[in-house]
């Protein structure tokens, strides 16, 4: 689409129910990792997951001459809805990353806005002030990510350091790595880290690091969206303070409704089933999405 080649992943929905759901991953993920995810949506209605250029082995904007920008990312994401949906109504489900997208597609595009009935952020934000990054710190990582999103060191980081070895060492020394891999057993924690280098090496390297320095300056609370949201936050999530999520997503959107999924990282980790992605969609949440839209 749009000359950029990508995969997307559709399960029609069960008898009983009607809803289409539409969900848009985030950073550091290809649609093998949100399988479970995608299984427990299933229960609902018909679920649709793409790619987003860059991301899970699609093309990169670059490949077109465009910046991977969180506004070309909405443009994008609205001519895949234009083109999927036509004049169905969905729900749009955005983790992380992949809320921030949906948030600022909804707000360029306010008449594809009038065709969803209900958005759900699983771990999204739409503020840069929702890191609990001091501001010094933030600005120190703004440098970081500018410099590591230009060609020739996206070039040596993804030859020289998206590798298995120092991918290994940097979750094994890394606080979030040890959160992330606690009391895994031997064999479960290779098979992730496995699972961990294909997800750094299927991304693209530039794209990863500049839609990260662009995150770290976000504002979409400069125009509101008229529709409800669940918000469902990890209970131990390292990156983002709840309490400022809440207020700045209120601001955006018409509704707000939260539900706390128990997780000891920002996500469930990268290898979980069904059962273990369960977690990911609280009861108070599985309740509202069983009611026909």
Request: glycine share 6%.
């Amino acid at each position: 689409m749009n000359g950029l080649s990508g995969r997307m992943l559709h399960m029609p929905a069960p008898k009983r129910y009607k809803r289409e759901i539409l969900v848009i991953y985030g950073h550091h993920a290809l649609i093998e990792r949100w399988w479970g995810l995608i299984e427990n949506l299933n229960d609902f209605g018909a679920v649709t997951m793409p790619d987003l250029p860059g991301f899970g082995s699609m093309d990169a904007f670059q490949k077109i001459g465009k910046k991977p920008t969180i506004d070309n990312f909405a443009d994008y994401l609205a001519s895949f809805i234009k083109l999927r949906y036509k004049k169905r109504r969905l729900t749009i489900i955005g983790i992380s990353f992949g809320f921030v997208v949906a948030t600022r597609m909804l707000q360029r595009y306010p008449e594809l806005a009038k065709k969803v009935d209900l958005v759900v952020s699983i771990v999204g934000f739409t503020h840069c002030e929702d890191f609990t990054f001091k501001p010094r710190n933030r600005r120190i990582y703004g440098r970081i990510t500018k410099l590591f999103s230009t060609r020739p060191v996206s070039f040596v980081i993804r030859y020289a350091a998206l590798n298995r070895f120092v991918i290994n060492q940097g979750y094994l020394r890394l606080p979030a790595g040890r959160r992330r891999f606690l009391d895994m057993d031997p064999e479960t924690f290779k098979s992730m880290i496995d699972f961990d280098v294909e997800l750094w090496q299927r991304n693209d390297v530039r794209t990863h690091w500049a839609t990260t320095n662009e995150f770290l300056k976000l504002d979409n609370c400069t125009s509101q969206v008229g529709l409800p949201l669940w918000h469902v936050a990890s209970s131990h999530d390292p990156y983002f303070d709840i309490h400022t999520v809440e207020q700045h997503m209120r601001i955006v959107f018409g509704e707000y409704h939260q539900a706390i999924m128990n997780s000891k990282a920002h996500t469930p980790h990268i290898l979980g089933d069904k059962k273990e992605l369960a977690v990911m969609i609280p009861t108070a949440l599985r309740r509202e999405l069983r009611k026909q839209p």
